[in-house]
């Protein structure tokens, strides 16, 4: 694919006169990106304007060059033509700051209320057509604040916008940037920020409050006070390609000036009886599950979150696969679920 697209770059370097300045900063940027149908898109558009413009031959030469590359990607690589840019692994200090992976989570994976779910799919929407957004003087939503209880899909929306948009995940480890010498923290922001900037990826602050607590806290500090005012601004100043989110538990410990930064604010919150009743058909997809009473199990997960209503369907698969059977018995997912909400009002009490 890469060598494909640098078959048409030299062609077209040899007649970038008939290339509008944008339409070849259009190219560059959409090669970089590894968006192959933006690209061939745009080449077209030139060999289109080749041909207005009198230069037939070259018109037809790079229509041909189009076909031959598209051609042979769909023989040799995925179907869409799209693939993630090699693994980019935090160098350096970056390395204490930052964990990255691959993740292959897709929307689908996730059981999400319809509204929260449809304002997601419109986050991805305005990220794959950000160029053409911004060609109209507009900016795709890419500051976002996730907010809710434990276990509810936070961390997992992360990966699915990330799997959606074959991007990086880079998670930002808390413990290394906040150190006891609070002077090097905002050193350590920026080096955050410049990696946001320079490697396109979704970015992910999880337990963000311990970042972005109120600043007029009882426990407060002026240098604690320096560094939120110091996120508040990288955050203000970022117009990078990279998807910024922030975790927490807490909203109401969050800064009342963090809400003006972010795009959008996605709310979290524990499963209905049918949000939990899908959760537990997509975990136990893979098993007999016709003994189920799933209006049962779903009075069970009853306060339960995403999270865990997952380990308690694995808890009943596992019974299922240790008695040498694949079929889950309503009893045991039960009393699996049973489990988590005794364990669930321990911690409360």
């Known amino acids: 694919m890469t060598q494909g697209r640098l078959l048409i770059n030299s062609e077209m370097n040899q007649r970038a006169a008939v290339a509008t300045a ?15 149908t933006r690209f061939y898109a745009i080449a077209m558009q030139v060999a289109a304007q080749a ?9 037809l030469d790079l229509r041909g060059l189009v076909d031959q590359v598209k051609a042979r990607s769909k023989a040799t690589g995925p179907g869409n033509g799209s693939k993630p840019v090699p693994l980019a692994q935090p160098r350096g200090e970056l390395a204490g700051l930052l964990t990255v992976g691959y993740p292959k989570t897709r929307m689908v994976d996730m059981a999400l209320p319809e509204v929260l779910s449809a304002r997601l799919e419109r986050v991805l929407i305005e990220q794959r057509e950000r160029y053409r957004l911004r060609e109209h003087g507009l900016s795709p939503m890419r500051k976002l604040l996730l907010v809710g209880p434990p276990g509810t899909g936070k961390t997992m929306t992360a990966a699915a916008l990330a799997g959606e948009l074959c991007l990086p995940l880079f998670s930002i480890q808390l ?21 946001i900037r ?18 007029g806290s009882g426990n407060d500090v002026g240098e604690i006070r320096r560094v939120l005012n110091s996120f508040l601004q990288f955050l203000e100043q970022d117009d990078s390609d990279s998807i910024v989110l922030g975790a927490t538990n807490h909203v109401g410990l969050l800064d009342r000036a963090l809400f003006r930064r972010f795009h959008a604010v996605f709310e979290y919150s524990a499963p209905t009886a049918e949000i939990a009743t899908r959760v537990m058909r997509g975990r136990l997809a893979l098993l007999d599950t016709s003994n189920v009473e799933w209006h049962v199990a779903a009075r069970a997960a009853e306060g339960l979150s995403h999270a865990e209503i997952a380990m308690a369907c694995e808890q009943a698969a596992k019974n299922a696969i240790l008695n040498h059977t694949a079929i889950v018995r309503n009893a045991e997912l039960v009393a699996a679920l049973s489990e988590r909400s005794s364990a669930h009002a321990s911690a409360r009490d």
């Not at 339409?23 to 990106?33: N, P």
């Not at 290394?176 to 920026?190: D, N, P, S, V």
């Open 51 to 59: 041909a207005r413009s009198g230069h037939g031959k070259f018109a």
């Open 22 to 36: 944008d339409q070849v900063k259009a190219l560059i940027r959409s090669h970089a990106d590894g968006d192959d």
């Open 198 to 215: 320079s490697t396109r990826g979704v970015y992910l602050f999880d337990e963000f409050d311990a970042l972005g607590g109120e600043r």
């Open 175 to 195: 413990d290394g940037l906040i150190t006891k010498y609070m002077g090097e923290t905002a050193a350590k922001l920026r080096l955050v920020f410049d990696a």
